[in-house]
């Protein structure tokens, strides 16, 4: 069955921390992205990897950086966490190319971050 | 540029009571269009797509959409819903040549007994 897993379900950070947001996936997916969950906002796409070490910006990557040293890897990176970044953070993946397969996106349950 | 609007923001409806949950898109280019649903504390499951072909779709639990060329819309709809059908949807688009997907702004169903 697909899964992807997010570190964490809840974290609560304090002003200027860095802070490590893990996703892992286990269906040897090349692509994966990482999202930002506001009300009234929808999804909006900070960063996504359609390969190993390879990385792309999203709409709305200020204030974020991505790690991805391994195919099932993906990390999101704050480097100083500021209040306006507590949201909800959900991963996904999905098959590289123009197939119909690489269509879906499958996502992780979401780790909703607070920052104080 | 594409964009999604959800015209919704909440809709709530009395169980066995239909519902039409409402999305419209811009593009210049062919488009490929999903609905998917979050149940509280949960990620998100895609509940039915429109890649090609017929127009209408359908999930296994009874929701369907039918693409508009013409009106750019995606249209959500059950006949009865059920108390269990109570979560947040999201419209998608997709567009030929790229992986990404462009979200709205999401509709929050409220089933009520």
């Known amino acids: 069955d697909v899964k992807v897993t997010q570190s964490s379900r809840y974290l609560v950070k304090r002003t200027g921390e860095k802070v490590f947001l893990e996703c892992v996936q286990d269906m040897d997916h090349e692509n994966m992205f990482w999202y930002r969950q506001d009300p009234g906002l929808g999804l909006r796409l900070i960063y996504f990897?359609?390969?190993?070490?390879m990385k792309e910006k999203g709409d709305i990557p200020e204030g974020y950086s991505v790690s991805r040293e391994k195919k099932e890897r993906f990390s999101l990176i704050l480097e100083s966490a500021s209040t306006n970044q507590t949201s909800m953070y959900l991963c996904?993946?999905?098959?590289w190319g123009s197939g119909r397969a690489s269509y879906e996106q499958y996502f992780g349950p979401g780790t909703r971050l607070t920052v104080t | 540029a594409q964009s999604v609007t959800q015209l919704d923001s909440q809709v709530p409806v009395f169980e066995e009571a239909p519902v039409e949950l409402r999305c419209n898109y811009s593009s210049s280019v062919s488009v490929y269009l999903f609905w998917y649903v979050q149940y509280p504390n949960q990620g998100l499951q895609l509940l039915l797509k429109y890649l090609s072909g017929s127009t209408l779709v359908e999930s296994i639990n009874g929701f369907e959409a039918e693409f508009n060329k013409s009106q750019t819309s995606f249209h959500l709809r059950k006949p009865s819903v059920h108390i269990s059908d109570t979560a947040e949807y999201f419209c998608a688009v997709r567009t030929s040549n790229t992986g990404k997907l462009i979200f709205g702004q999401g509709t929050t169903l409220q089933v009520k007994p």
């Open positions: 990897s359609y390969d190993v070490k």
């Open positions: 996904a993946s999905s098959l």
